[in-house]
């Protein structure tokens, strides 16, 4: 079940790197494997992990790379495609950016970093502080901190001890992201909420944190009163950074950690069930004629009124051989993006409960293309922020941070819904 | 050119090199300048360049620098890269590197140890040993570690010299006491691969490992997860009590946890059918967070996976298809996945729904997945038969207008109806609105051909439509080719003063065809013609039999022994291991010849299904994709056949020397004594009034293996369900809970008015 070696190779199949832990592949497959995907994005039938001639190549892209595992062995997939993304931010840690140029000005580094993320073609460790421990090269960019060294039995693998700051503050971001699709009929397919507790923490030492939130589960089991109840939120699906203590959490609810320095996950979560679209956009199409073409788009906030939606930004497709756009909006600013082959509408601030209109007119061409496209129009696309809001409902109740030489602790909290795969079909 | 310069470049660096190393002292800058050179070397290393022969000088400047680890780290690699190459240099490294393994630093003591072990020398071995004993009761975790992973490659290189020294003895203790996670999980690594795993693994040892699992690094976990899967706990408390250990391992945020959990989970209950579906209902939801969660390819694995478990039981998914739907910036293999996934997860309840959001799709400007939509709209017609609608969005992708999606369109047809002919009716007033001129695909123009050979006499046009391809005969595809003379020939018997032009132009043309097969069958046709018409006509064109399973769909066992490498390769490949490990250059050249006999071969040993071995039989070797119509028409003579036709033997010499291809065939010929109709009706209530009135004609008892209990159940019984309908056994009623499910089947005799 072991990976044979990572390469790591231009877009045009050139070696960059090539770590070979069993010495069962040769770098020149790196060859063979670039014609392979080149051959099979040509019929249409790329996929991440790809078998040539008994040899497995699992592959993410990343900028102007490929991060290629190879193998000969039945080797766990999800496991290793995982892996390379974990590869990838180790390297995004050290060298800042990671693409070709980075990669050459640190390559020595590289080969440290894959001697320790793998040993034999068995993955080790992939935290960057872990890791730290073993890498001697200074990073061209990257400042790197002294540390000492960790205790041989530390019972905290994510956080090295020593660690001080001036002024010790945590600053925790709720973020939900939804998803959404409705159809050309203006009925909602599917509607998703994927949630995060994104934490930075600068503390000093060996903090221990408690975090309270208005739990539905936790609610019930405390026996609060119906009216608190219906501020508690039920959540799907949570996962929690390995940090967090689950068996204090499945027998109290409690979450409590100490946490790694700097930044990392803390929980995540799901919401499947329907929720109200926050921005509501339908278009009427009024064709008048070949030369004239009216799309008239309405976007509606079904929020409180209390919050503003910003960076507000409609993507109307046109057609590929429209003429002349012109828009016409009530609210905001509109313009063409040939490239994209549509309208921009962006608004800055979208108070809750209002109606904005843009009318866009365009022509085609008197006489259509040869091969005009039939292909159905691609959906009208909506990204915005909602700050101080979450679609759950969730809520921070307290975040507690001791630790034994007793300082105070700043937290910071912040709300904020984004638009994630926000679609709504023309028809 | 490029030879002369690196050439030059690499005496430049040789005689750096010999530069630095003479000048004496220890100032910062010496250092500096030795490390620059080294990355010139490794850098040249990377691209493919030789630098083998820099050996002694980079050796003598790196040695003299013995603290400086970087520079000691890129000696290392370069020594590793040489030392197969080039085992004289080697032995020279011997006594630095174990000198290094002994030094005060643990960090280049590990090194030390790893870079000794991955010369990959065989000779060697004597030398490593010692250093890996010492390694291994070494202080410093990281040294431990390493020399653990350390025996594993000795072990690689020579067998009995890891088995002499005891050295897996002295693992199998670390993995019990070592303080360090990482140490005891590289001791399982090693002790699976040398197959001294198995005779630890019991009860102790599985809730010491469990009770910890928390320490382990997250790759680590996998590891365990993966080596406890293959124990069997004793009852089922036991089953419970690891499952609930392990519960919170299902919302661990590293995707390659959660799947072994999973996997562990779907393993320990294949015994426990009921249980077994809890855990189906319980994986559900972390993975339908992953897909929308994490990264692509990731998210591609898992679908993979969940495809999978889809086919095995698609009642637990069916209610979660919105999952599935395609967003806009998924990448095409995201898409084909849940397409596929979509198709097995249909049932009465969502295939409306799920053939509306596919039909969005056919839309689409990709044209790949297009036609993977019009696809999965088959299946879904195929499988789906009880909804309305299905059938009518397929037909409605004829009138698209994009050349590729009424092809595909068509193909599906053509294959909905060989499993129902009843559908015919409403069929082929949309498909004979096209013209075969329109269809640019062999295979599609083959599926149109064959729809008007079979259904001709109720196409209007159908002689005239032939007539036209058949004045081209020469400029069609094989495929087509084969088809045409097919179609054409059955029509005949239907409609002979309109077909007779055609069918004389496509055996005229045939039998000068240069394709063996098209050659030989024109001359069959041609010699049965002039033998006897009648004769012909029923050899020719016999009445259409319907194809209860189609040759491309996998096997359950196939799928059964795919579940039991979950987790790896074979799910995304969707074969077993062994498939694709093997598989070298040689294999695939050679796979265009095999494949015939390989399709062959398959459902031929399948006895367990001999009622259909000949039918199967037919599709299979359809497959070869030149015969693919006929096969459809020949099955449906055999039976009718008397064992003493020629009937077997003229087949065989149809397909072109594919007598032994046909001998598994010849033992089923023999009748079966009842033949059973392909549709029997029988109301409920005459059913319960035969159940009351006759006699019990025999009773057999036989027992299933646990996990194909487990399967079935998952599965809502449908698996039984079909396979019983192959074979004219259709059920009248079931249900139950485990352990005792009742399905109550019944079948009619052709003789029973």
Not at chain 1, 181 to 210: D, H, I, Q, W, Y
Not at chain 1, 270 to 294: A, F, G, M, Q, Y
Not at chain 2, 397 to 419: M, N, S
């Amino acid at each position: 079940m072991a990976t044979s070696a990572i390469f790591i190779l231009d877009l045009k199949g050139k070696v960059i790197l090539c770590r070979d832990y069993r010495g069962d592949v040769a770098p020149k497959n790196a060859e063979k494997f670039i014609t392979r995907v080149n051959e099979l994005e040509e019929s249409g039938r790329i996929t991440p992990i790809i078998n040539h001639e008994g040899i497995t190549y699992i592959y993410v892209q990343y900028s102007n790379l490929y991060l290629v595992a190879v193998a000969r062995e039945n080797i766990n997939a999800a496991s290793i495609l995982l892996f390379l993304h974990k590869l990838r931010e180790v390297f995004v840690h050290y060298f800042n950016e990671l693409e070709e140029e980075s990669l050459r000005d640190n390559f020595v580094i590289a080969y440290e970093l894959l001697d320790e993320v793998m040993d034999y073609g068995y993955p080790q460790f992939t935290e960057a502080q872990i890791l730290a421990e073993y890498i001697k090269t200074d990073a061209y960019k990257m400042e790197v901190q002294a540390r000492p060294p960790m205790a041989v039995t530390n019972a905290v693998s994510w956080r090295s001890e020593g660690i001080k700051y001036k002024k010790n503050e945590v600053f925790l971001d709720v973020v939900e992201s939804v998803n959404l699709l409705v159809n050309s009929n203006g009925t909602v397919v599917r509607s998703e909420v994927l949630g995060a507790l994104k934490m930075r923490t600068f503390l000093t030492g060996m903090p221990e944190c408690k975090l309270g939130l208005n739990d539905k589960v936790l609610f019930e089991s405390q026996g609060r009163s119906p009216q608190d109840k219906k501020k508690a939120v039920d959540l799907e699906d949570m996962k929690f950074h390995q940090c967090v203590r689950l068996t204090r959490f499945e027998s109290d609810r409690t979450i409590s950690f100490i946490p790694p320095d700097g930044a990392f996950d803390l929980m995540t979560y799901r919401l499947s069930h329907n929720v109200k679209p926050l921005i509501w956009v339908e278009c009427l199409v009024e064709k008048h004629s070949r030369s004239r073409t009216d799309y008239l788009v309405k976007a509606r906030s079904q929020f409180k009124d209390r919050s503003t939606a910003t960076q507000v930004e409609i993507l109307l497709p046109l057609p590929p051989d429209a003429i002349a756009p012109t828009p016409r909006t009530s609210q905001g600013t509109a313009t063409y993006a040939p490239e994209k082959d549509a309208m921009v509408w962006k608004i800055k601030n979208f108070p809750g409960g209002r109606e904005f209109v843009m009318r866009c007119r365009f022509a085609l061409p008197s006489v259509p293309a040869e091969e005009e496209s039939t292909g159905r129009m691609p959906p009208i696309r909506v990204n915005f922020e909602l700050p101080y809001f979450t679609v759950s409902g969730i809520q921070v109740r307290y975040l507690k941070v001791i630790e034994k030489s007793g300082y105070q602790a700043l937290p910071w909290v912040r709300y904020i819904t984004t638009a994630g795969e926000y679609e709504i079909r023309m028809s | 050119m490029g030879g002369e310069k690196v050439r030059g470049e690499l005496g430049e660096i040789k005689t750096t090199l010999a530069g630095l190393s003479s000048t004496h002292g220890r100032a910062p800058e010496l250092l500096a300048a030795k490390r620059e050179v080294f990355k010139k070397i490794v850098n040249y290393m990377t691209v493919g360049i030789d630098m083998s022969s820099l050996f002694m000088q980079a050796m003598t400047a790196a040695v003299q620098h013995g603290d400086d680890i970087v520079l000691k780290k890129m000696l290392y690699l370069y020594i590793c890269t040489y030392a197969q190459s080039n085992p004289d240099l080697t032995l020279l490294t011997i006594n630095l590197l174990t000198k290094d393994s002994k030094d005060t630093d643990p960090h280049i003591r590990g090194l030390a140890i790893r870079s000794l072990c991955s010369l990959r020398v065989a000779n060697l071995v004597e030398y490593l040993v010692p250093a890996i004993s010492v390694g291994l009761i070494d202080q410093h975790s990281y040294v431990r570690r390493t020399a653990v992973m350390g025996v594993l490659k000795v072990y690689n290189i020579d067998k009995p010299a890891v088995h002499n020294t005891g050295m897996l003895g002295t693992l199998k203790e670390m993995l019990q006491n070592d303080p360090d996670a990482q140490v005891a999980a590289n001791c399982i690594t090693v002790l699976e691969k040398a197959g001294d795993m198995k005779g630890m693994i019991d009860r102790a040892f599985v809730v010491r490992l469990l009770n910890r699992i928390k320490e382990f690094s997250e790759w680590a976990q996998c590891q365990v997860l993966e080596a406890v899967s293959v124990y069997r706990p004793s009852n089922e408390g036991e089953v419970y009590d690891m499952m609930n250990l392990l519960d919170d391992r299902l919302t661990h945020s590293n995707s390659a946890v959660v799947m072994a959990a999973i996997k562990l989970f779907l393993h320990l209950t294949l015994a426990m059918p009921a249980t077994h579906q809890q855990v189906l209902e319980r994986v559900k939801d972390p993975m339908q967070t992953l897909i929308s969660r994490d990264h692509f390819e990731t998210a591609y694995a898992v679908l993979a996976h969940f495809h999978l478990l889809a086919q095995r039981a698609p009642i637990l998914f069916s209610s979660i298809y919105t999952a599935f739907f395609c967003r806009m910036n998924e990448p095409t293999y995201i898409k084909q996945l849940k397409l596929e996934i979509l198709a097995a997860i249909a049932d009465e309840h969502n295939a409306y729904d799920i053939a509306t959001e596919l039909t969005e799709y056919v839309g689409d400007i990709d044209p790949h997945l297009a036609r993977d939509a019009v696809r999965a709209v088959g299946r879904i017609a195929l499988e789906v038969q009880d909804v309305g609608g299905i059938v009518e969005r397929l037909l409605g992708f004829l009138e698209v207008g994009k050349p590729y999606v009424t092809a595909e369109a068509v193909t599906q047809i053509a294959d909905l109806l060989r499993r129902f002919p009843d559908l015919a009716e409403i069929c082929v007033s949309s498909v004979s609105n096209i013209s075969p001129q329109d269809l640019e695909e062999p295979e599609a123009k083959a599926a149109f051909i064959w729809i008007l050979g079979e259904f001709g006499h109720s196409i209007q046009d159908a002689p005239y439509l032939l007539e036209r391809v058949a004045g081209k005969f020469e400029g069609e595809a094989p495929a087509v080719r084969a088809a045409l003379l097919t179609a054409t020939a059955k029509l005949f018997f239907k409609r002979p003063p309109e077909c007779q032009r055609a069918l004389g132009m496509c055996l005229q043309a045939a039998v000068a065809d240069s394709d063996m097969l098209i050659h030989d069958r024109g001359l069959m046709y041609l010699r049965l013609l002039q033998y006897s018409v009648n004769e012909a006509a029923r050899v020719i064109a016999p009445p259409m039999e319907a194809v209860t399973a189609f040759a491309e769909e996998q096997s359950p066992e196939l799928r059964d022994r795919i579940f039991d490498e979950f987790n790896t390769l074979a799910v995304i490949f969707r074969e077993p291991s062994t498939a694709f490990t093997r598989r070298t250059t040689v294999d695939t050249l050679s796979n265009g010849f095999n494949d015939v006999d390989g399709e062959g071969a398959v459902p031929a040993a399948d006895e367990g299904s001999s009622l259909l071995t000949d039918t199967e039989q037919a599709e299979a070797l359809g497959q070869d994709g030149l015969t693919p119509r006929l096969a459809n028409g020949s099955p449906g003579a055999a039976p009718a056949a008397s064992a003493s036709t020629p009937l077997p033997d003229l087949l065989g010499d149809l397909l072109g020397g594919g007598g032994d291809l046909m001998a598994p065939a010849a033992p089923a010929a023999p009748q079966p004594v009842l033949s059973l109709r392909p549709h029997p009706h029988l109301t409920p209530q005459e059913f319960q009034g035969k159940w009351g009135a006759l006699q019990p004609a025999k009773k057999e008892s036989l027992m299933l293996a646990p996990p194909s209990i487990a399967t079935a159940v998952a599965g809502g019984l449908q698996e039984l369900n079909r396979r019983m309908a192959a074979a004219s056994l259709f059920t009248m009623a079931s249900g139950g809970a485990a352990p005792a499910f009742r399905c109550y089947l019944h079948g009619q005799t052709e003789a029973a008015e």
